[in-house]
């Protein structure tokens, strides 16, 4: 069964610095997705970035982006330019494309941006 | 476009009681699936769809029923509550590879079983 790792439960950052949070997964799979989503305190699950198993080059969306390392089984968020409204708790995903395509979640990291 | 309706957003219940989460989606989407989120577990899956008629069991389906007669709706039953089912529940919908496997999320509902 495929199992995704975060090993950070909390992070921290300072408004307009860099962070990156960390996430680990495990599959014998070659075709697959990989998401995050954010989690801010109004509780609604809000999709950030994903990437393709199969592209080898790394999603970015605006302040977003990730260091996909297939071989490492490693998928990692790289949030820039940190901005208030990006605290909320992240939750990494992945998904296998064909069978029961469940969606399967990591624990999440809580992230505070300081002023 | 409303994406994935659920309702109610809060709900309180004595233990034995029974009742249905409502999930709805307008994006004609085949894939429906319910999950639940505890403090420091992420989300579960419970319950998942992949079309009108088909549904199957998720990692923790235990004291929760489902159906899907219709590719819209997707409700999730409590047949008998017990404390341990407090929780919040989200449903989500999904479209196929065409849509990027993207899964929308309702607003989820918080429940607490007393």
Known sequence: ?115 | NAGVTQTPKFQVLKTGQSMTLQCAQDMNHEYMSWYRQDPGMGLRLIHYSVGAGITDQGEVPNGYNVSRSTTEDFPLRLLSAAPSQTSVYFCASKGGRLAKNIQYFGAGTRLSVL
């Open chain 1, 1 to 115: 069964a495929q199992t995704v790792t975060q090993s950070q439960p909390e992070m921290s950052v300072q408004e307009a610095e860099t962070v990156t949070l960390s996430c680990t997964y495990d599959t014998s799979e070659s075709d697959y997705y990989l998401f995050w989503y954010k989690q801010p305190p109004s509780r609604q699950m809000i999709l950030v970035i994903r990437q393709e198993a199969y592209k080898q080059q790394n999603a970015t969306e605006n302040r977003f982006s990730v260091n996909f390392q297939k071989a490492a089984k490693s998928f990692s968020l790289k949030i820039s330019d940190s901005q208030l409204g990006d605290a909320a708790m992240y939750f990494c995903a992945y998904l296998h494309q064909g069978g029961s395509e469940k969606l399967v979640f990591g624990k999440g990291t809580k992230l505070t941006v300081n002023p």
